[in-house]
């Protein structure tokens, strides 16, 4: 079991022009194992910021991350990350980049092919093993992506709007597919999204987060992922409570995006 | 001027005959043929075979046209062979004046022949005799065995009926005829239009020349040696440069201190061409075979620092953050996503650097060396071995072609998402 907690994370640094910037301001927030949550907030409201001091590529100014009894200081395999291009090894094949993570671990062949064999079935590209990355499509991709994730088997999975360069139906598929691999592996997830309905549809919890400085700006606890794991998520969607969140949190963000334009107007 | 004329002749008119002629047979059916924008449409034009072979086929005509080739069926008029004669008119201080004919046999150059016997004639001009070569001219004491000369005040006045006077010349049937300025004539036969073999050789004999010089030797080396060393030292040059290049390109990728130290050092060489360093390295190491390495190493050296650095930089920043999420360590980092992320700027430097290692080593053989295909043509150009010459440019051309194409293929082997991704 592990409890992911963000405390009193703050993130400010100068610009070249002498001035600076906030990007977050006083964020906490805590993460039982096996929790999805989605992330959400109009552009420049520091929700990468967030993800990438999470995986540890980025150093908060004030403030500390722990993942149960330690702090996070740097990039581990503790923590997966799935990026919105894949960002996969063009020069391996589809099972060398599956068992990218366990290699570099120096586990034995016997040790992780049999599980990594299984992940690319789960998601549907047991038939693309040997395939070069660049021959497969941007979806299959993405699955590869997943896949890659899984095998290193992290305790937290950090997306990074995973979804977002694929075309509609696609998306769709994968969602189902993210909740049922959450579901299949207890895993702690955190995914930033630009789409409300994903962020409804996937997060067990959805955090809206607030730009200048990014701070959190309300928290939700949904039900639509636990009624969507092995369903058709459209069914999900013609939910009237559904429907209404999502006007809630459009309006929402649509009211802070107003907001920054009314204030560059001003500033102009 | 006449060459430029044919040679765009050919051009246009191999042009619509191909167009007209071939349009149905080479009718090509796949997707780029059925676009009907292809003029601004880079990826639609695509190099027509057709005009290529005739490219190096009229080349090849033309060369063999122009210097009499005996490969090529048609030629441009060549230069005046055989026999000729003109005549001039002496005028003696008193007035008599009497005229003479001058019977001149044009031979080619390397035939033997002897002058043609001459009746002397009457009259106070005798009839006189010269050989001439052809492409040469011939200075002519005319006088020589004239009755009145011109120390005794006789002058030409005329050449086959066309008053002339010193300085002036005249056309005469196979040739043109000079007046010095001191009064004697200079015959030169008429010289057509093919060039004569100091300046360009035919075909033929270049071609002898290079199974002469493979079985033979040139300068205490055989052509093969002398390709093989000038390749040995490109090949040896090139991989110290790499050995050391690839690894301060990454280092440089990869280390602010190491970036900051060598970017100085990396701008400043790179713009000075391997060229204007031939006298410093000579002074440094000689004309053996160290001085070339050393060249050779200097030219490639930049090149290919600076293509791993572009190869480092060229890593996108979401597959380093992906690789060390999965747990790789630096070194796993470098050699599972570098080094191979790298590969095709690495490759698109070793061509470059191969071609500049391949044009420095022929200049460098140029100033001096003891063997090298640069080396060959430039003694044979002190000697005026024209077929020489232009052998070596030519197999110089073909060698570094080849090794371009070989690059090529070793890429598309070693790097085959490249453009795919």
């Given at each position: 079991?592990?409890?992911?907690?963000?405390?009193?994370?703050?993130?400010?640094?100068?610009?070249?022009?002498?001035?600076?910037?906030?990007?977050?301001?006083?964020?906490?927030?805590?993460?039982?194992?096996?929790?999805?949550?989605?992330?959400?907030?109009?552009?420049?409201?520091?929700?990468?910021?967030?993800?990438?001091?999470?995986?540890?590529?980025?150093?908060?100014?004030?403030?500390?991350?722990?993942?149960?009894?330690?702090?996070?200081?740097?990039?581990?395999?503790?923590?997966?990350?799935?990026?919105?291009?894949?960002?996969?090894?063009?020069?391996?094949?589809?099972?060398?980049?599956?068992?990218?993570?366990?290699?570099?671990?120096?586990?034995?062949?016997?040790?992780?092919?049999?599980?990594?064999?299984?992940?690319?079935?789960?998601?549907?590209?047991?038939?693309?093993?040997?395939?070069?990355?660049?021959?497969?499509?941007?979806?299959?991709?993405?699955?590869?992506?997943?896949?890659?994730?899984?095998?290193?088997?992290?305790?937290?999975?950090?997306?990074?709007?995973?979804?977002?360069?694929?075309?509609?139906?696609?998306?769709?598929?994968?969602?189902?597919?993210?909740?049922?691999?959450?579901?299949?592996?207890?895993?702690?997830?955190?995914?930033?999204?630009?789409?409300?309905?994903?962020?409804?549809?996937?997060?067990?919890?959805?955090?809206?987060?607030?730009?200048?400085?990014?701070?959190?700006?309300?928290?939700?606890?949904?039900?639509?992922?636990?009624?969507?794991?092995?369903?058709?998520?459209?069914?999900?969607?013609?939910?009237?409570?559904?429907?209404?969140?999502?006007?809630?949190?459009?309006?929402?963000?649509?009211?802070?995006?107003?907001?920054?334009?009314?204030?560059?107007?001003?500033?102009? | 001027m006449i060459l430029l004329i044919i040679y765009i002749a050919v051009f246009a008119l191999s042009f619509f005959l191909v167009?007209?002629?071939?349009?149905?047979?080479?009718?090509?059916?796949?997707?780029?043929?059925?676009?009907?924008?292809?003029?601004?449409?880079?990826?639609?034009?695509?190099p027509d075979r057709w005009a290529s072979i005739i490219s190096v086929v009229t080349i090849f005509l033309l060369w063999g046209a122009f210097t009499g080739s005996k490969w090529v069926p048609i030629h441009a008029p060549g230069p005046f062979v055989g026999e000729t004669q003109f005549?001039?008119?002496?005028?003696?201080?008193?007035?008599?004046?009497?005229?003479?004919?001058?019977y001149a046999q044009v031979f080619k150059v390397g035939n033997e022949v002897s002058a043609p016997?001459?009746?002397?004639?009457?009259?106070?001009?005798?009839?006189?005799?010269i050989v001439v070569g052809a492409w040469r001219s011939e200075l002519?004491?005319?006088?020589?065995?004239?009755?009145?000369?011109?120390?005794?005040?006789?002058?030409?006045?005329?050449?086959?009926?066309?008053?002339?006077?010193?300085?002036?010349?005249?056309k005469v049937a196979d040739g043109t005829v000079v007046?010095?300025?001191?009064?004697?004539?200079n015959f030169s036969p008429a010289k057509g239009m093919q060039m004569e073999p100091i300046w360009l050789p035919a075909p033929e004999a270049v071609v002898k020349r290079v199974g002469e010089i493979a079985s033979e030797r040139y300068q205490n080396f055989t052509l093969w040696e002398h390709l093989y060393w000038s390749l040995?030292?490109?090949?040896?040059?090139?991989?110290?440069?790499?050995?050391?290049?690839?690894?301060?390109?990454?280092?440089?990728?990869?280390?602010?201190?190491?970036?900051?130290?060598?970017?100085?050092?990396?701008?400043?060489?790179?713009?000075?061409?391997?060229?204007?360093?031939?006298?410093?390295?000579?002074?440094?190491?000689?004309?053996?075979?160290?001085?070339?390495?050393?060249?050779?190493?200097?030219?490639?050296?930049?090149?290919?620092?600076?293509?791993?650095?572009?190869?480092?930089?060229?890593?996108?920043?979401?597959?380093?953050?992906?690789?060390?999420?999965?747990?790789?360590?630096?070194?796993?980092?470098?050699?599972?996503?570098?080094?191979?992320?790298?590969?095709?700027?690495?490759?698109?430097?070793?061509?470059?650097?191969?071609?500049?290692?391949w044009g420095?080593v022929v200049a460098?053989e140029l100033v001096?060396a003891?063997k090298g295909a640069g080396m060959m043509i430039m003694v044979a150009s002190r000697f005026q071995l024209t077929d020489i010459v232009l052998m070596g440019i030519i197999l110089i051309g073909v060698i570094g072609y080849g090794i371009d194409i070989?690059?090529?293929?070793?890429?598309?082997?070693?790097?085959?998402?490249?453009?795919?991704?």
């Amino acid at each position: 079991m592990s409890t992911l907690s963000i405390e009193n994370i703050s993130m400010r640094f100068d610009l070249p022009n002498g001035g600076h910037v906030q990007a977050l301001k006083d964020v906490t927030l805590e993460l039982q194992s096996g929790e999805l949550m989605s992330v959400l907030g109009p552009s420049g409201c520091g929700k990468t910021t967030l993800l990438n001091i999470l995986a540890g590529f980025l150093a908060p100014t004030e403030g500390r991350i722990m993942l149960d009894d330690h702090q996070v200081k740097g990039p581990d395999a503790e923590r997966g990350m799935v990026f919105q291009q894949g960002a996969l090894f063009e020069w391996m094949s589809v099972r060398d980049n599956v068992s990218f993570g366990p290699r570099m671990a120096g586990r034995s062949k016997s040790d992780y092919m049999g599980n990594v064999d299984h992940l690319l079935e789960v998601v549907g590209l047991k038939d693309f093993k040997d395939k070069a990355v660049y021959e497969l499509s941007g979806g299959m991709q993405q699955r590869v992506a997943l896949a890659r994730c899984l095998a290193n088997d992290p305790d937290v999975i950090l997306m990074d709007e995973p979804l977002g360069a694929l075309e509609a139906l696609t998306r769709e598929k994968m969602q189902g597919l993210v909740l049922k691999l959450w579901k299949e592996t207890g895993k702690t997830i955190i995914l930033i999204t630009h789409s409300v309905e994903e962020a409804l549809l996937l997060g067990e919890r959805l955090l809206v987060m607030a730009p200048r400085p990014g701070r959190i700006h309300r928290e939700y606890r949904l039900p639509f992922a636990d009624d969507g794991v092995g369903r058709d998520l459209r069914e999900v969607k013609k939910n009237p409570e559904f429907a209404q969140k999502r006007e809630e949190i459009l309006s929402m963000i649509w009211d802070m995006e107003e907001e920054i334009m009314g204030r560059t107007e001003e500033s102009v | 001027m006449i060459l430029l004329i044919i040679y765009i002749a050919v051009f246009a008119l191999s042009f619509f005959l191909v167009r007209k002629v071939l349009r149905g047979a080479m009718d090509r059916r796949d997707f780029t043929s059925l676009k009907t924008v292809t003029f601004g449409d880079e990826s639609a034009v695509r190099p027509d075979r057709w005009a290529s072979i005739i490219s190096v086929v009229t080349i090849f005509l033309l060369w063999g046209a122009f210097t009499g080739s005996k490969w090529v069926p048609i030629h441009a008029p060549g230069p005046f062979v055989g026999e000729t004669q003109f005549t001039y008119t002496l005028e003696a201080p008193d007035g008599t004046r009497d005229d003479a004919t001058v019977y001149a046999q044009v031979f080619k150059v390397g035939n033997e022949v002897s002058a043609p016997e001459v009746e002397p004639g009457d009259g106070i001009a005798k009839n006189d005799s010269i050989v001439v070569g052809a492409w040469r001219s011939e200075l002519l004491l005319m006088d020589r065995n004239d009755d009145v000369s011109r120390s005794d005040g006789a002058r030409v006045v005329a050449i086959d009926g066309q008053p002339v006077s010193e300085g002036g010349s005249v056309k005469v049937a196979d040739g043109t005829v000079v007046v010095t300025s001191k009064g004697a004539l200079n015959f030169s036969p008429a010289k057509g239009m093919q060039m004569e073999p100091i300046w360009l050789p035919a075909p033929e004999a270049v071609v002898k020349r290079v199974g002469e010089i493979a079985s033979e030797r040139y300068q205490n080396f055989t052509l093969w040696e002398h390709l093989y060393w000038s390749l040995v030292r490109v090949i040896v040059g090139f991989f110290f440069g790499a050995l050391v290049g690839i690894p301060l390109g990454y280092a440089m990728g990869l280390s602010d201190w190491f970036r900051g130290w060598f970017d100085p050092i990396v701008e400043f060489m790179r713009p000075v061409p391997p060229l204007a360093l031939i006298p410093l390295v000579i002074i440094w190491a000689g004309i053996g075979e160290t001085g070339k390495i050393i060249l050779l190493f200097l030219a490639a050296l930049w090149i290919m620092t600076i293509a791993a650095r572009a190869g480092v930089s060229g890593v996108a920043i979401s597959k380093v953050h992906a690789a060390y999420s999965l747990g790789a360590s630096k070194w796993q980092l470098m050699r599972y996503v570098i080094m191979p992320n790298s590969l095709p700027e690495i490759f698109t430097g070793a061509r470059v650097a191969m071609g500049v290692c391949w044009g420095t080593v022929v200049a460098a053989e140029l100033v001096a060396a003891e063997k090298g295909a640069g080396m060959m043509i430039m003694v044979a150009s002190r000697f005026q071995l024209t077929d020489i010459v232009l052998m070596g440019i030519i197999l110089i051309g073909v060698i570094g072609y080849g090794i371009d194409i070989l690059m090529r293929k070793a890429e598309k082997w070693l790097v085959p998402w490249k453009g795919r991704v």
